[in-house]
């Protein structure tokens, strides 16, 4: 098998490979959709003290609407968000559990 791809950039995808990486290929997949209804209730939880608000991505790139594009990051691009993963027990064993993770 090739390697998958995925690219924000320059759509249309036009490979043969998906467009996704297998989550059968990556344990923490299981964990996630296992534990989805604990996760949705933390993530619920951290919104609601934020009376709904998140921070816009930084890139417009990907959106040029910051106002429908925004996010809550616990890790980014291996730098962990401390104050944001305090407030999850459910992401702080995740990211724990599987230290590859660099994107949360």
Excluded at 52 to 70: I, M, P, R
Excluded at 87 to 92: G, L, M, P, R
Aim: net charge neutral; charged share 20%.
């Amino acid at each position: 098998m090739g390697s998958i791809w995925y690219n924000y950039w320059n759509p249309p995808y036009t490979s043969d490979l998906p467009n996704y990486f297998n989550e059968q290929n990556y344990g923490w997949a299981a964990y996630l959709k296992d534990d989805f209804n604990q996760l949705k209730k933390d993530l619920l939880k951290i919104v609601n003290e934020r009376n709904g608000q998140l921070n816009g991505y930084f890139s417009e790139d990907v959106s040029n609407d910051a106002s429908k594009w925004h996010t809550l990051a616990f890790k980014t691009w291996g730098i962990e968000v401390k104050a944001n993963i305090r407030k999850s027990e459910t992401i702080q064993s995740l990211l724990a559990k599987y230290p590859e993770i660099v994107s949360c």
